[in-house]
């Protein structure tokens, strides 16, 4: 008798959810953090919610803060894209992060699942830190791996590409790829994915970790949920990308090769109409343009065309540029839309949109003699911008 008994409590037990260890056996809080959200009076939000105002994935796309409560350590090896890490246990020295932010932006904070303490605790420092629109996603981190892909730090993506433990892919253009990438990546243009499936693994639980241009490029993110809609189920994106893989030191294709590149037959180095050319085609040269924009020089028989979408650029953008979607656009399109009788030269926010566009006006035959890409890493608040050259390919 005493073990039906037993058996009833423990199965009484699952169907609530109360008893087991894994956080994703939950469907409601804890009581007592249920007890804390009535406390604090927090409002809880849900999955579909959190997805749909994530944007393209990346920090300056998404329409809400996501703040991982969790450990520093925990929110490296994999957190919700987007997401910046204010531990509970470590408030003071993180919160930082959000003295730009509006009081009034909505913040949905996180931790590791129905049981865990951690994000109503930061919710309500933040709450008295004067934010006032604070929310939960209480489901959280184990919920949200469930479903969809995660954004994780250096760590991770070292120690799979150092123990060939999984496949790294390169979202960005071929050629940026040709030019420098992390050892043993292998490419798959973002705008290539259809074409360039075949080459993902036949195994759909492999690991998966996909890269770009740095924390403001999609291309990565788009990978990921072409992935994630395939139904492979252990999708990454390394958002920091291949800037902060160089930072760090670590070894690249280039940086790692000691064979000398075949030296090319030397073309013009000038346009007609007097801009200084990249030796990659198609890119104005990097250096001499900057070095003008830098001293505020740049000649008048330019225009800078951010071909970026209308709240990027909104967001920020080299000074003097003006907004010319060219992503969604047809080649026709996006041509039609550009000044005419002027040099123009594409930026974007890493490079590899901006060779894309000009590609897209090469591959349909427009006239391009006077229309370069900038192959750089700019982020721009307002017109106040940090640019970082790009090496040509040379």
Sequence with gaps: MKMILRSLVVVGLLTT??????????????????????????KMVDYNYVKARLGKGTKNTASIVLVDARPAKKYMGGTIPSSINIPDTDYANYVGQLKDTPKNKEIVVYCGGWNCGKSPKVANMLKKDGFTNVKLYQAGEPEWNKLNYREVGLPVIKAVQ??????????????KYLQETIPGAIAIPDTQVEELKGRFPVNHSEKIITFCGGFKCAKSH????????????????????????KKAGLATTKSASTAKAPVKAEGPKFSKNGAKLSIDEGGVDGEWFYGLYKAGNVPSYIQIVDIRDAAEYKEGHLK??????????????????????????FHCSAGGRSVEAWQKLQGAKYDVSEIFYFDANIDCKGTECKVEVNEPIG
């Design 17 to 42: 959810g109360v008893l087991a260890n894994d956080p994703g056996a939950l469907t409601k809080p804890s009581a007592k953090v249920q007890s804390m959200i009535d406390k604090f009076g927090l």
């Design 162 to 175: 150092a123990k060939n433990s999984g496949v790294i892919i390169d979202a960005r253009p071929f050629p």
């Design 222 to 245: 788009i990978v990921a949920k072409k992935l994630i809609s395939m139904g492979y189920s252990d999708v990454s994106v390394y958002a920091a990308g291949m800037p902060e893989w």
């Design 320 to 345: 003097g540029a003006i907004n010319v979607p060219a992503e969604k656009a047809s080649a026709k399109e996006f041509y039609e839309k550009l000044p005419k009788g002027k040099t123009l030269v």
